[in-house]
């Protein structure tokens, strides 16, 4: 299995961005995804993950402001990112989850926001 994101860039605050992480392999129906996001020089952390069968759960800190979604035909997971703010600056990761368990990470695309 091999990820890509995309969609990173620099953004003003308040603004907003949409990632996007596209699969070699249709998983999303088996495999959990996630979201991680890595600030510099901090550890990576979950920002949103969403199971196989769909359901949502998202960190405190972007509750309300980030939506997790999929599109299983398209083989891509996304993350929308509204109302952002310069702590939500880092390098934004995409992850799956097999059944077995075992993980795959794809590279990451960085977010600046800042004004």
């Known amino acids: 299995v091999q990820l890509q994101a995309s969609g990173g860039g620099l953004v003003q605050p308040g603004g907003s961005l949409r990632l996007s992480c596209s699969s070699s392999?249709?998983?999303?129906?088996?495999?959990?995804m996630a979201w991680f996001r890595q600030p510099p020089g901090q550890e990576r952390d979950l920002v949103a993950n969403?199971?196989?069968?769909?359901?949502?759960t998202y960190a405190a800190s972007v509750k309300g402001r980030f939506t997790i979604s999929r599109d299983i035909a398209k083989s891509t997971l996304y993350l929308q990112m509204d109302n952002l703010k310069p702590e939500d600056s880092a390098v934004y990761f995409c992850?799956?989850?097999?059944?077995?368990?075992?993980?795959?990470w794809g590279h990451g695309t960085l977010v600046t926001v800042s004004s």
């Open positions: 992850h799956a989850q097999s059944p077995s368990p075992r993980d795959y």
């Open positions: 392999a249709h998983i999303f129906s088996i495999y959990h």
């Open positions: 969403i199971s196989n069968t769909g359901s949502t």
